[in-house]
C-alpha cells in the first residue's frame, strides 16, 4: 500500500534551518506530483510547495525560504527551510496527488513530523 513518512522535525531557534524528509512506497514514485501542507497549532491546513517532473510553486509565506526538491532514485521527497520564523511552527505532512498534474487533489498522506521554531 501507499505509504509516507516524514522525519527531519524538531526544535530549532529563529533564523536556523531543518530539512524535512519524506520516504515514499507503494507506487511509482516518479510519476506522481508531491506536496507538503502544515497545519499550524490551532489552525487550519495550509498548503505549503508542491513539485512535479518540472515545476515547483510555492505560498507566499515560504517563498524565498523554503525549497521542495526530490531524489526519484531514492523515492524521497525533501523540504529545505531555511531563515525559520516562529511562524513556521507547525505539523508539516508529505502529501502525493493522485497523478502527474499538480493541479489535481491530494489523495494520500503521511502522518506529520513537528517542527518548533523558537527561542
Known amino acids: 500500500e501507499v505509504q509516507l513518512v516524514e522525519s527531519g522535525g524538531g526544535l530549532v531557534q529563529p533564523g536556523g534551518s531543518l530539512r524535512l524528509s519524506c520516504a515514499a512506497s507503494g507506487f511509482t514514485f516518479s510519476s506522481y506530483a508531491m506536496s507538503w501542507v502544515r497545519q499550524a497549532p490551532g489552525k487550519g491546513l495550509e498548503w505549503v510547495s508542491i513539485?512535479?517532473?518540472?515545476?515547483?510553486y510555492y505560498a507566499d509565506s515560504v517563498k524565498g525560504r523554503f525549497t521542495i526538491s526530490r531524489d526519484n532514485a531514492k523515492n524521497t521527497l525533501y523540504l529545505q527551510m531555511n531563515s525559520l520564523k516562529p511562524e513556521d511552527t507547525a505539523v508539516y505532512y508529505c502529501?502525493?496527488?493522485?497523478?502527474?498534474?499538480?493541479?489535481?487533489?491530494?489523495?494520500?498522506w503521511g502522518k506529520g513530523t513537528q517542527v518548533n521554531v523558537s527561542s
Open positions: 513539485i512535479n517532473i518540472g515545476a515547483t
Open positions: 502529501t502525493k496527488h493522485r497523478d502527474s498534474n499538480i493541479y489535481n487533489e491530494m489523495d494520500y
